[in-house]
């Protein structure tokens, strides 16, 4: 039961961090009225997308803690990069800082990358985990970058 509690933890911090983020910036979102660049997805699937890596990043961080492979270096990395990662939707969307939001999602991509090497190393699962979360954030920096560019 434990480690079950540990998942449940694990999942659930992300998941609701991310959901109170979207709260907030729910009112500022003006991702349908800006020049959107090539392979611009609809802005329903932000949200799908984003759940789901919440949830590959609470479980990948859950295996680790579930087996003991957790320590003061990991829980840096993680909570760090998820720090970062709320941040983001702040800058873009509710203060409008579009290129200070470029600069944030460069240092977010790498955090991700170290968090992915330092996981992978305690646990190949849980940093291949991660690897979706990389590629929609290699991804979002292109919107990032191109809806700056498009919209100055």
């Not at 997308?49 to 003061?72: A, E, F, H, P, Q």
């Not at 270096?73 to 909570?79: F, N």
């Not at 983001?88 to 409008?96: G, Q, V």
Request: proline share 5%; no cysteine.
């Amino acid at each position: 039961m434990d480690k079950i509690k540990i998942y449940i933890k694990s999942i659930l911090i992300p998941v609701i961090l991310g959901g109170i983020v979207g709260l907030i910036i729910s009112k500022s979102i003006d991702y349908n009225s800006l020049e959107q660049p090539l392979l611009s997805p609809p802005s329903i699937l932000f949200p799908l997308v984003w759940t789901i890596l919440y949830i590959l990043m609470g479980v990948s961080y859950g295996i680790l803690k579930n087996k003991g492979l957790t320590d003061k270096d990991v829980d840096l990395i993680y909570y760090l990069q998820l720090a970062v990662n709320l941040i983001w939707p702040i800058a873009f969307f509710l203060l409008k800082f579009r290129i200070f939001a470029v600069i944030w999602i460069i240092i977010l991509l790498i955090l991700i990358i170290f968090m992915i090497i330092s996981f992978y190393k305690k646990e190949k699962i849980s940093g291949i985990l991660q690897i979706p979360y990389l590629i929609w954030t290699l991804f979002a920096t292109y919107l990032n970058i191109a809806i700056h560019i498009l919209n100055k």
